[in-house]
């Protein structure tokens, strides 16, 4: 495994992840029954390598320190007699796409905000070797797009004097990055899920957090004639004597 001395483009970085990725779907799917040969218990620590030309190996790590690459996880071999089959393998599987991503985002450290942004947008449309062995399918985002005009990427809230505040939608992708960093650490006060800015949210006047518009049953247009949003916990204190 050589690394190139210039910085590799998103493209590049691409396809050598994907290449890795298919050895290793490879050797935990069509060549499975070799690969749980090769994983000998009594041997030493193995690894599991995905390599560029799209072959897998099982062998030792790299003697070098610090290795030429992010090394995959050491040992997978030992817990194989252990553990249900199937299971064994899936645990390599999530193993496998850690070392992926760390591999990728290695080779992509002189990458700006935006390629490394593209460069996970790419991978992230490929089912992880995870999702492969199980067999389970990625979850499909059927939401409307930005484009498409029927939600706006900003949640919703109004304040005490009617007006309504939200948080705009940004076109560049570096606005929309800034946004998406300044409330990744919101979470629904009903089902605790993070902030999503594909999702209509709406904010409590009173207690100030934030909830999905479907959690608390309040569309946008239905939110456009509430002065004052009270959460369902806000208003139950306020209806006590």
Request: aromatic share 8%; hydrophobic share 30%.
């Amino acid at each position: 495994m050589e690394m190139a001395s210039s910085p590799r483009s998103v493209e590049e970085i691409f396809k050598d992840f994907s290449a890795r990725r298919d050895g290793i779907v490879r050797a935990l799917t069509q060549d499975v029954d070799e690969f749980y040969t090769l994983c000998d218990p009594d041997k030493d620590n193995l690894c599991l390598y995905g390599h560029s030309n799209e072959s897998w190996e099982v062998t030792l790590p790299a003697e070098e320190v610090p290795p030429e690459l992010p090394e995959p996880a050491l040992g997978i071999n030992f817990a194989r007699d252990g553990m249900n089959r199937r299971d064994w393998l899936s645990l390599v599987a999530v193993h496998s796409d850690s070392w992926l991503l760390s591999v990728a985002f290695y080779l992509g450290a002189r990458l700006n905000r935006n390629e490394r942004k593209r460069l996970f947008s790419l991978i992230n449309e490929l089912p992880t070797v995870f999702e492969v062995v199980t067999d389970r399918k990625p979850v499909k985002d059927n939401k409307p797009t930005v484009d498409s005009g029927s939600k706006s990427r900003g949640s919703t809230k109004r304040s005490s004097d009617g007006q309504v505040k939200s948080i705009p939608k940004l076109a560049d992708d570096q606005g929309y990055e800034e946004e998406e960093d300044e409330h990744s650490e919101t979470l629904c006060g009903s089902c605790g899920g993070h902030y999503n800015a594909d999702e209509f949210w709406i904010g409590c006047d009173i207690c100030e957090r934030w909830y999905h518009g479907k959690c608390v049953k309040i569309t946008p247009a239905k939110a456009e004639s509430i002065k004052q949003y009270k959460c369902p916990s806000c208003s139950m204190k306020r209806g006590r004597p």
